[in-house]
């Protein structure tokens, strides 16, 4: 026999909290199938954070690329900039995902940012802070989706015609009666 805890036994408070872990489970992958918005700010996340933890080991760890300051830096900035065009290109015509997904992988970056600086030291003194690097990357996606945005209702207003239709006499006679 189970012992008993507050007039229930062992057995069924594990059962209810088997339950909750399948329904948080479900809720999760559930989640994730249906928001690829998310997943791919995820994945811009890291992938953006592996790019700035390169550029800094190879900025600061490997002294034989100092001659190549310039050049390093170049490839530094073009990977990432790439990797900033994901989330708007893929995103183009629907401006809510791509302002969610660029969020998601800005923050992620931000928080990544703020423990290099923790290794790195003199980071933040040499570069941004990392609120500002946030508020930096919350603007440029927001930009983009509010540009995405309008671009598509200027499109939308020339292929669909912005005045309404006049009425016909017959409907004019109706209300002058």
Not at 72 to 79: H, P, Q, T
Not at 130 to 155: D, F, H, K, Q, T
Request: with cysteine.
């Amino acid at each position: 026999m189970g012992s008993k805890i507050n007039g229930s036994s062992i057995f069924e408070s594990a059962a209810h909290a088997e339950a909750a872990a399948d329904k948080a489970t479900k809720a999760l992958t559930g989640a994730g199938a249906s928001s690829p918005a998310l997943w791919t700010g995820v994945c811009i996340g890291a992938l953006l954070n592996v790019a700035m933890i390169g550029a800094l080991v190879a900025a600061n760890r490997f002294p034989a690329l100092e001659s190549y300051a310039l050049e390093r830096n170049a490839v530094c900035y073009s990977v990432f900039m790439l990797l900033l065009l994901i989330p708007v290109l893929r995103f183009l015509k629907r401006p809510k995902q791509m302002f969610v997904a660029g969020i998601v992988g800005w923050v992620l970056f931000a928080a990544g940012y703020n423990i290099a600086g923790f290794y790195f030291h003199g980071l933040f003194d040499v570069l941004r802070t990392p609120l500002e690097v946030l508020i930096e990357g919350a603007v440029l996606y927001g930009v983009a989706a509010v540009l995405s945005w309008v671009i598509g209702m200027v499109v939308h207003a020339r292929r669909n015609p912005i005045a309404p239709r006049r009425r016909t006499e017959h409907h004019a006679t109706h209300f002058h009666q």
